[in-house]
């Protein structure tokens, strides 16, 4: 490896050199002997892109380069190795080099370039985003205006839809839909509440496109890259709405003033509820909403200070569920209280250095599908931890620099909570926690041979476990590993100037380490389309032909397994 450039200075008499300090001093690139150069071009126009960024995706503090006015760019002195490139410009979707697949297997293999080598990438092209544009009504057939339109991604198999941005509609009712990736979408329009004094018994309701109340109904817009999807034009539905009131007190029994109230609508087949917008608390505590027939959660919050960060006492929450059958819903009662509490201990097990400072470890609350307010938790010097301000569904994480230390647990009393949701009410006391770290990980060391029995690394192994209820989307359970490249290098590239590689055995086994110890299935497939390594379908397909293995953080577990092919008809 060639190396990194220094210039050196011989000073003499009053004009000496200073010295930079150490703390001060920028590290130069890590810098090599090869050149990557290619063209940048609009994927509909074949237009060169100018002023494109191109980074290299490779160790070494190296700055990204633009093109020039024909789209071309040309990175020297890369080092050897295998690497990305990733490509992005204003107006256009990012993309990488080589260009991600539809398989984790291609989605994962890189660029390899030796020593001296100029790798021309050649032609590397740049989408638009996807667009779902459209127009809306109301039930009489007049344009919807300021409707919130919502677009939601379906994942393969069983998984719930994902938002993936959203918009408004103008006053002619038109709505469009920018930068989105291939896939399959549905649209949602949901309109503002209706003011309690509304004289009319009908609201809107959330409706998804062609015109339908029930996301099982919806009719799903695939969009391929860079299309644009017109034409979408449906009309919101009418409900029977109902009045909701009641008072909000706060934690003295007052009635709470400077408190806004809405409605989340919940859902269990979205993956998070809508929230509607609400009101004002009136100056008495008294509430009144409108809304059409389903099930909600009423949130109300203390509005924030202007004269300061809000302290504890001033973030004040109340939470009531509710379903709204068409009839008024009247005399409820809202208490305000304080977001929940949680607190505890670290608690490392086993025998590597504990950290000298817990400021580089976070102890967090995620939401679980539902709304999380995650409120903030601080850790002691003594390891002990406090968090205040949380509402809502969460589950707790811990993460960080850790090094060898990674959360096993999270334990009150004998019952373990990690990725469990919790629903933190205001004012509860979540307290006596362990969060459990250890340096002692499972691991499990694959040996895959191919339909000849032949060893093989052309692979993609999974393991998840036996406890199908830990089959989700946010499962640690689940596991999928690509054997990565290793190369050999020739001593300069061949005739047709492709580096020469040869395979070189593994400097590590592979294997799939970190996953908590208990039951699991392998098995080691031929290839496996991206987002589908979750699909609860597909595992109960790959369960009847995979390897049954045990693991723990006593000591490796050696699996030997054939590799199969992907069974598309899963999907």
């Known amino acids: 490896m060639a190396a990194a450039g220094i210039i050196s200075f011989t000073s003499t008499g009053a004009y000496a050199q200073p010295t930079m300090p150490a703390r001060d001093r920028v590290l130069p690139p890590i810098t090599g002997t090869a050149i990557i150069k290619g063209r940048v071009v609009d994927a509909q126009t074949g237009v060169g892109v100018a002023r494109?960024?191109?980074?290299?995706?490779?160790?070494?503090?190296r700055p990204p380069v633009l093109t020039d006015d024909t789209g071309a760019f040309r990175l020297a002195e890369a080092l050897a190795g295998t690497f990305y490139l990733s490509v992005d410009r204003s107006g256009y979707m990012a993309t990488r080099v080589p260009e991600p697949g539809r398989t984790i297997r291609a989605s994962v293999k890189p660029l390899v370039i030796v020593d001296g080598q100029t790798l021309d990438v050649g032609t590397v092209r740049l989408y638009r985003g996807g667009v779902i544009a459209g127009r809306l009504t109301d039930a009489q057939?007049?344009?919807?205006?300021?409707v919130q339109i919502q677009v939601l991604r379906l994942p393969p198999g069983r998984g719930k839809p994902q938002q993936r941005g959203g918009g408004s509609t103008n006053d002619l009712g038109e709505f469009r839909l920018p930068r989105l990736e291939a896939?399959?979408?549905?649209?949602?329009?949901?309109?503002?509440?209706?003011?309690?004094?509304?004289?009319?018994?009908?609201?809107?309701?959330?409706?998804?496109?062609?015109?339908?109340?029930?996301?099982?109904?919806?009719?799903p817009i695939a969009i391929e890259r860079g299309q644009t999807a017109t034409g979408i034009e449906f009309a919101l539905l009418d409900g029977i709405s109902s009045v909701v009131s009641g008072t909000v007190m706060d934690a003295k029994g007052q009635p709470a003033t400077s408190t806004y109230i809405n409605a989340r609508m919940l859902n269990d087949t979205v993956s998070d509820g809508m929230t509607f917008g609400g009101s004002s608390v009136r100056p008495d505590g008294t509430f009144q909403l409108k809304l059409a027939p389903g099930a909600y959660q009423l949130e109300a919050q203390a509005a924030a200070r202007y004269d300061g960060p809000p302290g504890p006492e001033d973030q004040q929450y109340a939470r009531l569920r509710i379903v709204v059958s068409g009839a008024p819903l009247s005399g409820l009662t809202m208490t305000m209280g304080p977001g929940a509490a949680i607190s505890g201990k670290l608690v490392f097990e086993g025998e590597s250095p504990i950290p000298e400072h817990f400021d580089q470890i976070r102890i967090g609350l995620e939401s679980s599908g539902t709304n999380c307010q995650p409120g903030r938790v601080v850790i002691a010097a003594s390891g002990a931890f406090h968090g205040q301000g949380i509402v809502g569904t969460c589950v707790i994480t811990a993460q960080g620099n850790l090094g060898r230390w990674a959360v096993k647990s999270v334990m009150q009393e004998d019952v373990d909570l990690i990725d469990r949701p919790i629903t933190f009410d205001p004012g509860q006391q979540?307290?006596?926690?362990?969060?459990?770290?250890?340096?002692?990980?499972?691991?499990l060391v694959l040996q895959v041979a191919d339909g000849h029995d032949a060893p093989t690394r052309e692979y993609v192994a999974m393991a998840f476990p036996q406890d199908k209820t830990k089959w989700n989307e946010m499962s640690r359970y689940i596991r999928t590993y690509v054997p990565p490249a290793q190369i050999a290098r020739a001593p300069g590239p061949a005739a047709n100037g492709s580096p020469v590689v040869n395979a070189a055995p593994p400097v590590r086994p592979d294997a799939i380490s970190g996953l908590p110890p208990g039951e699991y299935y392998a098995v080691?497939?031929?290839?496996?389309p991206l987002d589908s390594g979750r699909d609860a379908d597909l595992l109960e397909a790959l369960a009847g032909a995979a390897v049954r293995v045990t693991l723990t953080d006593a000591a490796p577990v050696r699996v030997s397994l054939r590799r199969r092919a992907f069974p598309g008809s899963t999907r």
């Open 52 to 61: 494109a960024r191109v980074r290299l995706q490779a160790p070494g503090n």
């Open 141 to 146: 057939g007049e344009p919807a205006e300021f």
């Open 183 to 219: 896939g399959r979408y549905l649209v949602r329009a949901q309109t503002r509440n209706m003011t309690p004094d509304d004289p009319t018994d009908t609201q809107p309701v959330p409706t998804y496109y062609p015109g339908v109340l029930s996301i099982d109904q919806a009719q």
């Open 430 to 443: 979540l307290t006596n926690l362990r969060v459990v770290l250890s340096d002692r990980r499972t691991e």
């Open 524 to 528: 080691a497939l031929d290839d496996l």
